[in-house]
């Protein structure tokens, strides 16, 4: 065994782990940390000879294992492809609505309808009235009210936020 191996022995038995664990850390899955491990020092004992001369000698490793290790979650990045089709595109407009008609479901209005909507201002009830109610599109209610769609759907995420607070009001007092 010449001084190249001996060192590239010392220096395997001196860094390994903390190499294992540094790319265990940034891959969370250990056979491939292993397999990337072993790469590292295969491209170590490679330039062993080069090395023996660096002042700083776990300092290529580390680098040889960012390197490496980067390479790995570039070539492994999951991508998930959609496939475009009539089915699953999804108008803004009935998206929207979704999910506020969602985010009612977890509201149990019902039970304290009359005093909810008693304690909400005008222009909220207006809201109320011409969405839950009347069943009126937000595209028809933003032209109707002379209000850009986002706006109003802000308006609608405050009141709904306002009926909440009012529920567990009036819950809590009944309580």
């Not at 005008?122 to 839950?132: A, I, V």
């Not at 009141?159 to 009036?170: A, E, G, T, Y």
């Amino acid at each position: 065994m010449n001084k190249y191996d001996k060192f590239f022995h010392n220096l395997c038995k001196e860094n390994y782990k903390q190499i294992f664990k540094y790319i265990l850390v940034m891959i969370h899955d250990k056979s491939v940390a292993e397999d990337i491990v072993q790469e590292v020092f295969l491209i170590a004992y490679e330039k062993r000879t080069v090395i023996f001369s660096y002042e700083n000698k776990r300092a290529f490793l580390y680098k040889v294992s960012k390197n490496l290790t980067n390479e790995y979650i570039r070539k492994n990045q999951k991508c998930k492809i959609v496939e475009l089709n009539e089915n699953n595109i999804v108008d803004e407009e009935d998206l929207c609505d979704l999910i506020c008609h969602k985010e009612d479901e977890k509201i149990d209005e019902q039970k304290y309808i009359a005093d909810v909507i008693n304690e909400l201002p005008e222009d909220k009830k207006e809201l109320y009235h011409l969405y839950y109610i009347d069943k009126v599109p937000m595209k028809n209610i933003a032209k109707e009210l002379n209000l850009n769609e986002a706006t109003l759907r802000m308006r609608f995420v405050r009141l709904r936020k306002d009926i909440k607070n009012k529920v567990k009001n009036i819950k809590f007092q009944n309580i």
